[in-house]
């Protein structure tokens, strides 16, 4: 059974720093390409970023880069997001997704989705 569970959301002052991490299982990480996705109150859901080994390159959103670095541990079945200087604008569910490669995370190729993880930016 695929499954993907997010956790290491919560609430953060502006500026701060978090790390979610995604632990999947029923399939192979290596063999996929695994990125984040954040849906905000009121808003569609967001790619904000993707790896892809196959195509040995990161994507990030715009509005997230040099802040948020993605990572992987094929070993562990684990992506991870590193999250720094948050702003309230942040604030979102986050969602991990796994794509085939060559996809960039499409997320019309993403089978199963976590629960997500809140994550909350305020003072």
């Known amino acids: 059974q695929v499954q993907l569970v997010e956790s290491g959301g919560g609430l953060v002052q502006p500026g701060g720093f978090l790390r979610l991490s995604c632990k999947t299982s029923?399939?192979?990480?290596?063999?996929?390409?695994v990125g984040w996705f954040r849906q905000a109150p009121g808003k569609e859901r967001e790619q904000v970023s993707c790896h892809s080994s196959s195509e040995g390159g990161t994507y990030y959103t715009d509005t997230v880069k040099g802040r948020f670095t993605i990572s992987r541990d094929n070993a562990k079945n684990t992506v991870y997001l590193q999250m720094s200087s948050l702003k309230p604008e942040n604030k979102a569910v986050y969602y991990c997704a796994a794509a085939p490669f060559g996809t960039w995370c499409d997320p019309r190729y993403v089978g199963v989705w976590g629960q997500g993880t809140l994550v909350t930016v305020s003072s």
């Open positions: 029923g399939f192979s990480l290596e063999y996929y390409a």
